[in-house]
C-alpha cells in the first residue's frame, strides 16, 4: 500500500538558521508533492507544489526540491523565524488519485 | 473571496448517537473533500463530492456519509458514534476537475465522543 514517512521526531532550531524537513514515499508514483502548513488546532494551509518534471521550485524563504529516482522531497525554510514553528506535512498526488494522501507530518520549533 | 468555513467548531456526543457536521466551500470551488485526522496523524481521506455527487471514498465504513449541495456546501453525517471516531474533522475544497491538487481547508471540527 501507498506509504509516506515524514520524521516523527520534532525538529528544534535555532532562529535564523535553514530548516529542512524530509518525505520519503513509497509504492506511490505521484505527478506532483505538495506541502502543507498546519497549526495547532486549525486547518492546514497550502504552502506549495511541485511536479514530477520540476527538480526545485522556490517561493520566498521556502524551497522544496522533489526527486523521483529516491522517492523523496525535501522542503527548506531558509532564515527561520518563531512564526515558522508549525506542522509541516506533505502530500504526494496525482497518480490517478483524486485524494490527498497526507504523511504524520513533521513539528518544527524554532528557538528565539 | 470567502474562505472555506465549518461548523460547529466544536462538538460533544456520546457513543452510539449521529452527528451532521457541515462545510461551505470556498467561492467558487465545486469540489469538496473530507478529511478525519487524528492527534498526532496527517488527515485521512473519509470522500470526495464534485457537482453533487460522490467522487471516491477512503477506507472508512458506510456509518460515515455525506452530500453535496447545489451551491456546493457539504454536510458530513456519521451514524453509531465510536470513541475513535473522535478527532478533528477536516472539510477542504477545490476547483475545476477533482484531480486533487491545491486544496483549501477550513479551520476543522473537533469532534469527542464519550
Known amino acids: 500500500s501507498q506509504k509516506i514517512e515524514q520524521n516523527s521526531e520534532a525538529l528544534n532550531i535555532q532562529e535564523g538558521k535553514t530548516a529542512t524537513l524530509t518525505c520519503n514515499y513509497t509504492?506511490?508514483?505521484?505527478?506532483?508533492l505538495q506541502w502543507y502548513r498546519q497549526d495547532p488546532g486549525r486547518g492546514p494551509v497550502f504552502l506549495l507544489l511541485i511536479r514530477e518534471n520540476e527538480k526545485e521550485k522556490r517561493k520566498e524563504r521556502l524551497k522544496v526540491t522533489f526527486d523521483t529516482t529516491l522517492k523523496q522531497s525535501l522542503f527548506h525554510i531558509t532564515a527561520s523565524q518563531p512564526a515558522d514553528s508549525a506542522t509541516y506535512l506533505c502530500a504526494p498526488g496525482g497518480d490517478s488519485s483524486y485524494k490527498l494522501i497526507f504523511g504524520s507530518g513533521t513539528r518544527l520549533l524554532v528557538r528565539p | 473571496e470567502t474562505g472555506v468555513t465549518q461548523s460547529p467548531t466544536h462538538l460533544i456526543k456520546t457513543r452510539g448517537q449521529q452527528v451532521t457536521l457541515r462545510c461551505s466551500s470556498q467561492?467558487?470551488?465545486?469540489?469538496v473533500s473530507w478529511y478525519q485526522q487524528a492527534l498526532g496523524q496527517g488527515p485521512q481521506f473519509i470522500f470526495q463530492?464534485?457537482?453533487?455527487?460522490?467522487?471516491g471514498r477512503g477506507n472508512f465504513p458506510p456509518r460515515f456519509s455525506g452530500l453535496q449541495f447545489p451551491n456546493y456546501s457539504s454536510e458530513l453525517n456519521v451514524n453509531a458514534l465510536e470513541l475513535d471516531d473522535s478527532a478533528l474533522y477536516l472539510c477542504?475544497?477545490?476547483?475545476?476537475?477533482?484531480?486533487?491538487?491545491?486544496?483549501?481547508f477550513g479551520p476543522g471540527t473537533r469532534l469527542l465522543v464519550l
Open positions: 463530492y464534485y457537482r453533487e455527487e460522490e467522487n
Open positions: 509504492n506511490y508514483s505521484p505527478a506532483y
Open positions: 477542504a475544497s477545490s476547483l475545476g476537475r477533482p484531480r486533487a491538487e491545491t486544496q483549501y
Open positions: 467561492s467558487g470551488h465545486n469540489t
